[in-house]
């Protein structure tokens, strides 16, 4: 069956980056059906849609208006893998992180907890 | 973007009853792209319905959704145990997708 295993550090300084990965097993980061999200949860934010990847003959992403200026979502297809950078982070964006594939989100990985602290 | 909001807050039942949860979305959500999460604590949330009305695989037929344009419903038919837990909508229509701010099922 399809999982997602993620990975990355759970605290990050303020100002630095925040950077996540998210392994695919048992389907393909490069489908033509597929699509991958990073999502975050936080009591102040609830849940909160931050971007997607997805190949259709070439890649593509978009992210949301909140984070579209310090946000990158790549793609590794070498290692079936999705990364999440977020560049210049404040305690505001400190949550739980989830990768999650698909638009109805049908398969989430386990979370990461990440606290922004110096 | 499209705002959810979602009522009540907090509905408290016994196991057996009926729960009825609302989302209300803020403009028509595109194709009926409305899905439906349950969240335990400590846990990811967990796809029950999409496209408003699909049950996901392996969701319980306990689980229905129905609704269309801006109001949606899930409705747990007779509640179980596992089913006590927070309960999200979410629209996938148009970017970005968002989600509500959830509804808390407790035991009364």
């Known amino acids: 069956q399809v999982q997602l295993q993620q990975s990355g550090p759970g605290l990050v300084k303020p100002s630095q980056t925040l950077s996540l990965t998210c392994a695919i097993s048992g389907d393909s980061v490069s489908s033509n059906s597929g699509a991958w999200n990073w999502i975050r949860q936080s009591p102040s934010r609830g849940l909160e849609w931050l971007g997607r990847?997805?190949?259709?003959?070439?890649?593509?992403?978009d992210y949301a208006v909140s984070v579209k200026s310090r946000i990158i979502i790549n793609s590794d297809t070498s290692k079936n893998q999705v990364s999440l950078q977020l560049n210049s982070v404040t305690p505001e964006d400190t949550a739980v992180y989830y990768c999650?594939?698909?638009?109805?989100?049908?398969?989430w990985g386990q979370g990461t907890m990440v606290t922004v602290s110096s | 973007e499209i705002v959810l909001t979602q009522s009540p807050g907090t509905l408290s039942l016994s196991p057996g009853e009926r729960a009825t949860l609302s989302c209300r979305a803020s403009q028509s959500v595109s194709s009926s792209y409305l899905a439906w999460y349950q969240q335990k604590p400590g846990q990811a949330p967990r796809l029950l319905i999409y496209?408003?009305?699909s049950r996901a695989t392996g969701i319980p037929d306990r689980f229905s959704g129905s609704g269309s344009g801006t109001d949606f419903t899930l409705t747990i038919s007779r509640l179980e145990p596992e089913d006590f837990a927070v309960y999200y909508c979410?629209?996938?229509?148009?970017?970005?997708?968002?989600f509500g701010p959830g509804t808390k099922v407790d035991i009364k």
């Open positions: 990847t997805y190949y259709r003959s070439k890649w593509y992403s």
């Open positions: 496209g408003v009305s």
């Open positions: 999650a594939r698909g638009w109805g989100f049908d398969i």
């Open positions: 979410q629209q996938y229509g148009g970017l970005p997708f968002t």
